[in-house]
């Protein structure tokens, strides 16, 4: 049973534009949430995470939001470089034990 | 920058072979955490621990084991391995409610 939702498997997006990247989850228990960058043949690296005490996180380029109350949270990068396309992934825990995934959302930037 | 290590990056290996994935590292953290990954699929928790002599099985069943006889130190062991068992696996560490760091990955490939 999957927990946590990425719907958009891709996502292609000018250079300089706005990404925005969509992550839904079921367990109304996590209290934390994180996304992920990774690119091919490698580990994922951290980008950014929220508390579920929080609606809004923001560093640098990247800005997540969370709605508790719609489940749903989404990740901005404004502007997109093409150094951004890879594969991003959001996770979310419970009471700080293991950490669960969605499928990912491959981003391509176009020069 | 995470101190976290796998070995080894690549492996080919042969149907029938015991294979052991390395993992270390020198964080301190007590949460480590057995990932395993197929192309546009989720993260898939296999194996985890929160501390030296705790392993327990993840969300995703798997024929391989796990050992935590030291905080640094987290191998994961295949006692047969098989073409199903083709796919990456990532090993992570995490100390409490911070984000999980990712080694580079094991990418590996059973014929």
């Known amino acids: 049973d999957q927990q946590v939702k990425q719907n958009s498997p891709s996502l292609s997006v000018q250079e300089g534009r706005i990404s925005i990247l969509n992550c839904d989850y079921t367990?109304?228990?996590?209290?934390?949430f994180l996304w992920y960058k990774k690119y091919p043949a490698e580990g994922p690296t951290f980008l950014i995470s929220?508390?579920?005490?929080?609606d809004k996180n923001e560093d640098g380029r990247f800005t997540v939001f969370l709605n508790k109350s719609a489940k749903h949270l989404s990740l901005h990068i404004v502007p997109s470089q093409p150094g951004d396309s890879a594969v991003y992934f959001c996770a979310a825990s419970k009471d700080d034990y293991k950490l669960s995934f969605g499928a990912g959302t491959t981003v391509t930037v176009r020069a | 920058e995470a101190d976290i290590y796998q070995t080894p990056r690549y492996l080919v290996i042969g149907t029938g072979k015991k294979i052991t994935l390395e993992c270390s590292q020198t964080m301190g953290h007590d949460k480590m955490y057995w990932y395993q990954q197929d192309p546009g699929m989720e993260l898939h928790l296999i194996h985890y621990s929160y501390g030296v002599n705790s392993t327990e099985k993840g969300d995703l069943s798997s024929e391989s084991t796990v050992s935590r006889i030291r905080t640094e130190h987290f191998p994961l062991t295949l006692e047969s391995a098989r073409p199903s068992h083709t796919s990456q696996y990532l090993c992570a560490s995490r100390q409490d409610g911070t984000e999980a760091f990712f080694g580079q990955g094991t990418r590996l490939t059973v014929v």
């Open positions: 367990n109304s228990m996590f209290d934390y």
């Open positions: 929220i508390s579920s005490i929080k």
